[in-house]
């Protein structure tokens, strides 16, 4: 699902900012000066992150013509479909 609608960037993302808060509190545990500017860091890689996460989302357009509806297209449908017609049925 992450690969279809495309969120590889937002896992990142949230993975450096998971990774910049550790280290920006045993940096503040250490009493080293900058662990200030690395937490502020972590804070705008996880606001990023779900920014991006938000995207698809937001932008999700209308399948129903009413307006009732609203599902998530995925950009790619070739790699689904690739692996649809490698599955065969007995």
Known sequence: ????????????????????LIVAQ???????????????????LLIIGALLFLYPILF??????EGEEVEL???AKDTLDEENSSVKVK
């Open 60 to 65: 999700a357009k209308k399948v129903d013509n």
């Open 26 to 44: 045993v940096m503040s545990s250490n009493h080293v000066t900058g662990s200030s500017y690395l937490l502020g860091l972590s804070g705008v």
């Open 1 to 20: 699902m992450i690969k279809v609608l495309k969120l590889q960037k937002a896992v990142i993302a949230i993975i450096l900012g998971i990774i910049c």
């Open 73 to 75: 297209k995925p950009v």
